[in-house]
């Protein structure tokens, strides 16, 4: 099943506020029409108009994301502009909140006055809520294009790392970003730094896995690579992106990481992190990535899974979800 975003929704219900806003947005009509959005800090370089060769999907998480998912999608809009071989797909996972509607509505409006641009924009949606691991499998098993990127949901990353992550993948499979590339760490809360290093440490000593950052959520994979992997991952909650490395090391995927920068904006959230639970937790996760591979889980011994991993998942993923998957904007 192709994951290429189809021209989205019927655009009927759009208002002419927000045509007014998007016209002004994508033709580059307002105040600040030569600024790069979210640029990294420190810099702020223009968008290059590249990219004639090979398609690149880029999969955005979302759940509960609200009006931050329609300020996401208005974010993306210059990048895309100059990236026409680049494809966006927001995949909801199982939002209770009209995410998916909000984007619909948001889409629809871009459609009225950039078409090609609107079809490389589409929404997946299905229910109940799985886990960010799930979503960002799905989207990896949907799509055909050559090179498979994701990031948060909320573009804690600027785009511009998008860009480094496909330049990284011209010599090699796996591209991971790295918050921990600079002496100041994440630039996040002390404690959400000092758990990410934790996490790190235990990664290492269960799995022997040694990055400097596992869990940043900006990840990219060629094609091959993509399908080959997320196709034996088992694991969606927030452990997915340690049992991600393993497969592709297991596998004999080469992985290169780059320098991430948390956008500022994003530095400053609030953290959930406890403690005493979340150390548990992390190492039940890694143990658990040991023993699927004990087992035989993760079918390592065979190959060239990645050709018929989304005709095999298929039924699975639609059996687990009522409704199946449904991509809006169709």
């Not at 940043?216 to 997320?230: E, Q, V």
């Not at 920068?261 to 406890?274: C, E, F, G, L």
Request: aromatic share 8%; glycine share 8%; net charge negative.
């Amino acid at each position: 099943m192709s994951a290429s975003p189809h021209s989205p929704f019927d655009s009927t219900d759009a208002s002419s506020d927000i045509r007014e806003e998007l016209i002004e947005a994508i033709r580059g009509d307002g105040d600040h029409a030569d600024q790069s959005p979210g640029s990294i800090e420190g810099s702020a370089p223009p968008l290059p108009a590249l990219f004639s060769g090979p398609r690149v999907c880029v999969a955005l998480p979302l759940y509960n994301a609200g009006a931050d998912a329609v300020r996401v999608l208005d974010e993306l809009i210059e990048f895309a502009a100059a990236t026409p071989n680049w494809e966006f797909l927001f995949v909801d996972d199982g939002s209770t909140d009209g995410t998916a509607k909000l984007l619909g509505k948001r889409l629809a409006a871009i459609d009225i006055v950039e078409p090609e641009l609107a079809k490389r924009f589409g929404v997946l949606s299905y229910a109940p809520n799985a886990g960010k691991g799930h979503a960002v499998r799905v989207a990896a098993l949907e799509n055909d294009a050559e090179y498979f990127l994701f990031t948060d949901g909320d573009l804690a990353y600027a785009p511009e790392h998008l860009l480094r992550l496909f330049e990284s993948l011209q010599s090699a499979d796996v591209v991971i970003g790295s918050r921990l590339e600079h002496d100041e760490g994440y630039g996040a809360r002390p404690l959400r730094n000092i758990m990410g290093r934790v996490f790190n440490y235990l990664a290492g000593l269960v799995l022997s896995i040694r990055y400097r950052d596992t869990q940043a959520g900006l990840k990219g994979f060629r094609s091959r690579a993509a399908h080959d992997i997320f196709s034996r991952v088992r694991i969606h909650d927030f452990s997915f992106d340690v049992e991600v490395l393993y497969v592709a090391r297991k596998l004999g995927y080469s992985i290169a990481e780059i320098p991430a920068r948390v956008d500022p904006a994003h530095r400053n959230d609030s953290s959930t992190v406890n403690l005493i639970r979340d150390p548990v937790r992390m190492f039940w996760s890694l143990c658990r990535i040991r023993l699927n591979k004990i087992l035989g889980l993760y079918r390592l011994d065979e190959r060239d899974l990645g050709e018929v991993a989304t005709r095999a998942d298929s039924s699975a993923r639609t059996t687990g979800m009522p409704g199946g998957l449904h991509r809006r904007g169709a």
